[in-house]
């Protein structure tokens, strides 16, 4: 029940985050939306550890762990997403995004040593298949001008960032850091990076924007980044990865039903083809061998006990 509530509440918000993000674009510089999204989020978890006096002294190692979640979860791969959202719409960005799932798994191979299963390669490939289906009309007209395009190699690339830092989240739970330890360090690394950044960088410090941008600032600091960030980390922890992936299947089904009613997301049939394959090979991904050839065993029974004798 635990685990289904985590994953309940992790699906929910983040594939509602990638329609909140859409109002983040425009009024004031990305960078400085990060920065404050991340300061929110820091001051939020660092008041909740100190109130929960949770152990925070940790080796100079370990906060270099800290800094690299910092950059990979925290910073880097949500700048590059936030450019990517330039380009797409929240539904074909947050599909982009579901290849978290292949890369988390190779990754976990790299990092880890844990074994690929031969299923993965074919779920790769359906997953791959729906990539390119979706943005086909792109890929005829290969052009890096192309901004649909630009916007997947953008989204990919922050995705693969975000399965590095998946990658230290995993270590650190292995060192037994708390989740919340671990997040509440990697957030104010993240708000300090991100402040030095725009000091030296010649972006507006603004605070003039409208009263939507600042709502869905609040829904991303709160719920995207505090909220999320604890369900999917502990999950990471209790389930392992692997498992814990399901959400990155799960949560493009809300991003896209929110991006249709209210973005004016339109399908084409093409759009059905790549959704599906997409879907259908993070499942395949996820879905132990032992799990699949039961399934279809069960079904060849079911189907010969209902042909007559």
């Not at 699906?11 to 009024?27: P, Y």
């Not at 086909?136 to 890096?144: A, G, K, N, S, T």
């Amino acid at each position: 029940m635990k685990s289904a509530a985590l994953y309940l509440a992790t699906v929910l918000i983040w594939g509602s985050t990638w329609l909140a993000i859409e109002f983040q674009l425009g009024d004031v510089a990305v960078e400085v939306s990060l920065f404050y999204r991340f300061a929110i989020a820091a001051i939020l978890m660092w008041a909740f550890v100190l109130m929960k006096k949770l152990p925070m002294h940790y080796s100079l190692r370990d906060h270099g762990f800290f800094a690299l979640l910092a950059l990979f979860n925290f910073g880097l791969n949500y700048l590059v997403l936030y450019w990517a959202q330039n380009y797409l719409t929240s539904a074909m960005a947050s599909i982009a995004f579901s290849m978290l799932l292949l890369m988390n798994i190779i990754n976990t191979r790299l990092f880890f040593a844990k074994p690929i299963a031969k299923r993965i390669y074919f779920g790769a490939l359906l997953g791959v298949m729906g990539i390119a289906s979706l943005f086909w009309p792109q890929i005829q007209q290969f052009d890096l001008s192309n901004g649909a395009l630009v916007g997947l190699l953008l989204a990919l690339s922050g995705t693969f960032v975000a399965s590095l830092g998946n990658m230290v989240s995993v270590r650190n739970s292995q060192r037994n850091i708390g989740v919340l330890q671990g997040n509440a360090w990697g957030m104010l690394y993240s708000a300090l990076g991100l402040a030095a950044y725009v000091l030296v960088s010649d972006v507006e410090l603004t605070l003039n924007a409208p009263s939507s941008y600042w709502v869905s600032l609040f829904y991303l600091a709160v719920f995207g980044t505090v909220i999320a960030f604890a369900c999917y980390f502990a999950l990471l922890k209790n389930i392992g990865p692997e498992r814990a992936s399901y959400v990155i299947v799960l949560f493009p089904l809300v991003a896209v039903v929110l991006s249709t009613l209210f973005e004016g997301f339109e399908w084409q049939a093409n759009t059905f083809m790549g959704f599906s394959l997409v879907l259908f090979g993070n499942a395949i991904v996820l879905t132990p061998t032992r799990q699949i050839k039961a399934f279809f065993a069960a079904r060849n029974l079911q189907q010969k006990s209902s042909v007559p004798s």
